[in-house]
Each structure stands twice: as C-alpha cells, then as structure tokens.
C-alpha cells in the first residue's frame, strides 16, 4: 500500500482525494494535514480540475482527530503544560475548512463509513455528502470535554436546527446514514456497493456545469445565512452582475436557444 496519507487520483477533470490511514480510520495527524491541504492547494490552481471527491480508504471515512499525534496528546509527565487546542484548530482545522469552502470547483463527500468528531464536519463542510448505507456520523466531541470544531457549531444548527443540533452534539450519538438522510443533513444514502460509481457519476454531472457559478451559488448562500433579506438580494446582483459578464452565460444561453449540450469552460 502506498505510503502517502492522501492519495490522488484522477477520471477526466474529476480529482478525488482519498484519506489513507485506514488503520487509524483516517484519523488526523498534522502530517496528513499538511498533504491533504498541499492536494486541495494544487487542485485550486489547476484549472483542468473541475470538481473534487473526498473519501477515506478501508472501511471509514475520518474518525477526526488521532488523539495519540504530538498535537494534541496531553504530556503526561507530572507538571507538564497542557496542549493549546486552540492552536491547532488555527494552524490545521479552521485553514482546511477556509479551503473547502472557497474552492473553485464544486466538492462531494462520499462517506464510507464512520465520520466522527471533526471527521465528521469535514464531510459536512463538502457542497454535497454521499453516504454509504452503512455510514454513520458522530458529534464525539463532548465525550472527551470538548466544543464541535471544524465548523460545527456553525453547519449543525444550520442544517438540522438547533435542537438537533445540541441534542448531536450534547449526547454524542451515533447518527446513521439512512437518519442522516432524512435529517438533511447528507444529500443522499446510497447502498455500499454503489457509493464510488454513484460519487463519480455525481462529480462528473458537476464537472460538466459552469464551475464558477457553482462556487458563487456557495459562496452566496453561506454568506447570506448572516445577511438581511435586503442585503441577500443586493449579493445576488453583485453575482449575477459577474457572472453575466462571463463566457457560460453567453454559452448557456446559446445552448439553450441551439437546443444543444452547453460546453461550460470557466472557472
């Protein structure tokens, strides 16, 4: 098995980025940080990616943190400081999660597995989340003294509403795929045999639509969650300003009177 803790494949202008511990459940450790965000760094500027799929290899997708990397692990000798956690959200989550909502291109999650604690608001932070049947989501955090990270006090409330949101993160329970599903909180469950063709077959529909729109319709709807209705609309026509200016309009709008396929090319 190769030794890289992120593996990179590609299908056409689909990249997916696959999560390789699979012994640790592809939990974190700074190393696999680092490649995961030196991938998406050169995804970002390759403009022959045109959407990107996160998955783990084995049998999770990310059980969060390793709380046996150097990072986080208390030091046990007598006296010893404890561990900034803050610093390493800062240094490693709060950059990664930045990244994954700024992408230029669309990002599916096909979860495998289990995605627990920040495992599992790495999934969330994707644009759409494929889950297998067999997957699960946890909000582990509170069983070891700690706040939703990576995001998650931010998405939860967001996606399931707040009482959900506290009872999954408070209680800490596993949530499985097909409750995940009817929550809202994922896109769609999907049978454990299907996920890799049905995450490809979705990556691909989204390479094939303009990407630049993809990622304005993103960025205006996390940006409206903190906007009057006022200043939602005056966003909208900021971007529609934009992106009428841009080659897919004029070619979505040719396509569609030609009755033809669009070629989408921007990005």
């Known amino acids: 098995m190769s030794d890289a803790l992120i593996l990179a494949t590609r299908l056409g ?3 997916t980025l696959t999560l390789n511990r699979p012994a ?6 700074t190393a696999m940080h680092g490649q995961l965000m030196a991938e998406l760094e050169a995804a970002a500027a ?10 783990g290899a084995g049998r999770g997708f990310c059980a969060g943190q390793d709380l046996a990397d150097p990072s986080v692990a208390p030091d046990p000798a007598p006296g010893a400081a404890p561990k900034d956690l803050g610093e390493v959200i800062e240094r490693f989550y709060r950059p990664l999660v930045q990244r994954l909502r700024s992408m230029p291109v669309a990002v599916v999650a ?10 599992a608001n790495l999934a969330l932070n994707c644009d759409l989340v494929l889950a297998a049947r067999s997957a699960s989501f946890i909000q582990a955090f509170s069983k ?3 706040v939703p990270d990576t995001g998650g006090t931010w998405l939860l409330p967001r996606l399931v509403g707040r009482g959900r949101a506290l009872g999954l993160a408070l209680l800490g329970e ?10 809202g909180l994922v896109w ?4 454990d045999a299907e996920l890799a063709e049905q995450a490809q077959a979705l990556a691909q529909r989204l390479a094939a639509l303009p990407a630049r729109a993809l990622a304005a319709t993103r960025q205006a709807m996390d940006e409206a969650q903190g906007l009057s209705l006022e200043e939602a609309l005056g966003l909208e026509a900021r971007l529609q300003s934009e992106l009428g200016r841009a080659h897919d309009y004029q070619e979505g709008v040719a396509a569609f009177g030609a009755r033809r396929e669009a070629v ?4």
Do not use: Q
């Open 174 to 183: 596993r949530l499985n795929a097909t409750e995940a599903e009817r929550l």
């Open 188 to 191: 769609k469950c999907v049978e």
């Open 264 to 267: 989408f090319t921007d990005r």
């Open 46 to 55: 390759d403009a022959s990616v045109r959407c990107v799929v996160l998955t």
């Open 110 to 119: 096909a979860v495998n597995g289990v995605a627990a604690g920040a495992g």
């Open 144 to 146: 070891i003294g700690l």
């Open 24 to 29: 640790a459940l592809n939990s974190f450790t």
């Open 13 to 15: 202008s689909v990249l």
